[in-house]
């Protein structure tokens, strides 16, 4: 890996890489865009403060989304100390606030991120790790410091409540 001797060039490639999937993944995490970015860019600095300390023969992705996930955690404690000392929260992330011109149904798009929002954190990352950033438990393991069989139990509540809450949506319509 280039970027690791320094390389400018390469370092840059390697953020436009993962940006998308690291912006992604930060959003459905934290709810808040200007959040998520904060998050995605103190990655992106702890990766390359870090980078020479890397292992050649280690798998990028669970290194990098460990330290998105810990960027991301921190953010959400942050907030939440936030909210306890003024006694009001930010608003929640809004799916209608994003153009949703180019998405087919909006409507369940809205859904499924209220749905994601409302699982407790620990059950939304082992989701989204799993579900969205295709990354096998051994990975997953590698990014939360959980262990597999702890993090199976995450997703598959995850997914049991994710199921129960867009039927209810869909019954409330």
């Known amino acids: 890996m280039q970027a690791r001797q320094g390389d400018r060039?390469?370092?840059?490639?390697?953020?436009?890489?993962?940006y998308p999937r690291a912006l992604r993944f930060a959003?459905?995490?934290l709810h808040h865009r200007e959040d998520a970015e904060?998050?995605?860019?103190?990655?992106?600095i702890?990766?390359?403060?870090?980078?020479?300390r890397f292992r050649e023969d280690a798998p990028f992705d669970p290194w990098f989304f460990r330290i998105l996930g810990n960027r991301c955690r921190t953010l959400m404690a942050k907030r939440k100390r936030r909210h306890e000392v003024l006694e009001y929260g930010?608003?929640?992330?809004d799916a209608a606030s994003e153009d949703s011109a180019d998405i087919p149904d909006a409507g369940f798009a809205r859904d499924v991120h209220a749905a994601l929002a409302s699982l407790p954190p620990e059950q939304r990352e082992a989701f989204l790790l799993r579900h969205v950033n295709d990354m096998d438990y051994e990975e997953m393991a590698i990014v939360t410091g959980a262990k597999g069989s702890t993090l199976r139990m995450r997703v598959k509540r995850a997914i049991d409540t994710l199921r129960?809450?867009?039927r209810?949506?869909?019954i409330h319509e």
Do not use: C, I, K
């Not at 904060?38 to 992106?44: G, L, R």
């Open 164 to 166: 129960v809450r867009l």
């Open 46 to 52: 702890r990766v390359h403060d870090n980078l020479a």
């Open 27 to 29: 959003m459905q995490m």
């Open 38 to 44: 904060e998050a995605v860019q103190d990655a992106f």
């Open 90 to 93: 930010d608003l929640p992330y």
């Open 168 to 170: 209810e949506g869909a």
């Open 9 to 18: 060039t390469s370092f840059a490639r390697l953020v436009e890489h993962y």
